[in-house]
């Protein structure tokens, strides 16, 4: 039934897993093990050589964490996916899987923080030159590509600005030059599908809405298998020359049999193999929990935060509100082509008072949460100037969409009445 449904309520309780064979668990199992024993000499040596898919060692893949890659490939239209520790993990492996030293990436400059420092310094570290450009204007990234241009990079709801990246038109960009766009989806799940749009990749921190209840760390890429690896073979080289790693392997070829998947094998059987970022199998037995009930939780999520816009807009504390439905021209636009069914479940405002007010309003809140996390059930809220966008420059601050009297909300699943009350004692509070 799973199979044929393409409706997301539906995948998220039924794909990739029925009930256990042996047992009938409907639930699915934890495999809390690190290795599987080989049926003959001769099966461990076909597994070892790709030549049959199946379980080696959980560094390199585990049935739970598996059930996880199929489901979430299924809801997002996707060929296959890949679970890792963490989606710092996620953002890393999608680029190191196509860029080597001497190579480089355009990225969109509205970014995670944490990404924004893993490209502008780790990245650059190991020779991978990460380009940014505003995604306003699409045909930046043309301009930014040349020849040793591996891939483009976007969040689809980026916080702190929350404009909608572009996806279809940068997706359009890269496709004839053989660059994928990889788009980190972790604020859009459900209600954006970027391989619709032309994205390659996708890629999640699923620390967030797919859990949901802030309880485990995890990352997944996503493989659109919708992207001909082999038609610019000089433009992807590490997917198309011979991989001493692995017995020379070319990827598009040796995975042929397998069908479009070269490129999440190879981030599998190399990076992952070599770098060990691997999901544990019971953070994704959560995830699993998570996704199950996301269809309903994202809806919900969409409609409070919805209605905390509307009510902080009326505030005289605050000058402005920062969310895809405040946005005017191009920018809305983009929010009504690619986000269906909501606007998410972020949003930020500034405070009249700046810094001081900024502060002052986050130690007065009683129900959020004073958190770095998005996308938990709770509703969480965060200073990012003197949090988690401290450590950039003021520069870098300004080009990530953060001010001084910037505050990002959460918001979570309680009632929209607790909500609200617990805005208004902290605008109070904030004295702004
Ligand atoms: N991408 C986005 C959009 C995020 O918000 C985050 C974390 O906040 C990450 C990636 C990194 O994910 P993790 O914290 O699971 O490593």
């Known amino acids: 039934?799973?199979?044929?449904?393409?409706?997301?309520?539906?995948?998220?309780?039924?794909?990739?897993?029925?009930?256990?064979?042996?047992?009938?668990?409907?639930?699915?199992?934890?495999?809390?093990?690190?290795?599987?024993?080989?049926?003959?000499?001769?099966?461990?040596?076909?597994?070892?050589?790709?030549?049959?898919?199946?379980?080696?060692?959980?560094?390199?893949?585990?049935?739970?964490?598996?059930?996880?890659?199929?489901?979430?490939?299924?809801?997002?239209?996707?060929?296959?996916?890949?679970?890792?520790?963490?989606?710092?993990?996620?953002?890393?492996?999608?680029?190191?899987?196509?860029?080597?030293?001497?190579?480089?990436?355009?990225?969109?400059?509205?970014?995670?923080?944490?990404?924004?420092?893993?490209?502008?310094?780790?990245?650059?570290?190991?020779?991978?030159?990460?380009?940014?450009?505003?995604?306003?204007?699409?045909?930046?990234?043309?301009?930014?590509?040349?020849?040793?241009?591996?891939?483009?990079?976007?969040?689809?709801?980026?916080?702190?600005?929350?404009?909608?990246?572009?996806?279809?038109?940068?997706?359009?960009?890269?496709?004839?030059?053989?660059?994928?766009?990889?788009?980190d989806n972790t604020a859009a799940p459900l209600i954006c599908r970027p391989l619709d749009h032309g994205a390659a990749v996708v890629v999640y921190s699923t620390t967030k809405y797919v859990g949901g209840h802030g309880t485990s760390i995890g990352g997944l890429i996503i493989d659109g298998g919708n992207f001909d690896w082999s038609a610019h073979p000089e433009r992807q080289p590490l997917l198309n020359t011979p991989d001493p790693s692995y017995h020379g392997a070319v990827w598009t070829e040796a995975t042929k049999p397998m069908g479009p998947v070269a490129y999440i094998i190879r981030a599998r059987t190399v990076l992952l193999r070599d770098l060990g970022a691997a999901m544990s199998p019971f953070n994704a037995f959560q995830f699993l929990q998570g996704l199950e009930t996301l269809p309903l939780r994202m809806p919900r999520h969409c409609e409070n935060t919805q209605k905390v816009v509307d009510w902080l807009s009326g505030r005289r504390e605050v000058t402005r509100v920062i969310h895809p439905s405040r946005q005017s021209g191009e920018g809305k636009a983009r929010a009504e082509r690619y986000l269906k069914g909501g606007f998410g479940g972020l949003l930020g405002f500034e405070l009249a008072g700046g810094r001081d007010a900024g502060r002052r309003f986050i130690d007065a809140l009683k129900l959020f949460y004073h958190v770095a996390n998005i996308g938990d059930a709770r509703s969480l809220a965060i200073h990012p100037a003197s949090t988690t966008h401290s450590q950039l420059s003021g520069e870098e601050q300004l080009a990530t969409g953060v001010t001084e009297g910037y505050v990002r909300l959460s918001i979570g699943l309680e009632h929209i009445d607790d909500i609200l009350a617990d805005l208004d004692q902290a605008l109070a509070a904030a004295g702004a």
């Open 1 to 183: 039934m799973a199979e044929g449904s393409k409706h997301p309520e539906t995948l998220a309780l039924h794909a990739g897993w029925r009930a256990d064979p042996s047992t009938g668990a409907v639930a699915p199992p934890i495999y809390q093990t690190t290795s599987y024993q080989f049926e003959s000499t001769e099966h461990a040596s076909a597994l070892f050589a790709l030549q049959q898919l199946g379980n080696i060692y959980t560094r390199l893949g585990n049935p739970t964490t598996a059930i996880l890659e199929d489901r979430m490939a299924a809801i997002e239209g996707g060929v296959a996916a890949l679970g890792l520790s963490s989606g710092q993990a996620a953002s890393a492996f999608s680029l190191q899987n196509l860029a080597r030293a001497g190579d480089n990436v355009v990225s969109s400059t509205d970014l995670y923080g944490g990404t924004w420092n893993l490209f502008a310094n780790t990245l650059k570290d190991q020779g991978i030159e990460v380009r940014f450009v505003d995604p306003a204007d699409p045909s930046a990234f043309a301009r930014a590509t040349d020849e040793r241009t591996r891939a483009y990079y976007a969040e689809t709801l980026p916080n702190p600005k929350l404009r909608v990246f572009p996806i279809a038109e940068v997706a359009a960009i890269g496709r004839p030059l053989g660059v994928p766009l990889i788009m």
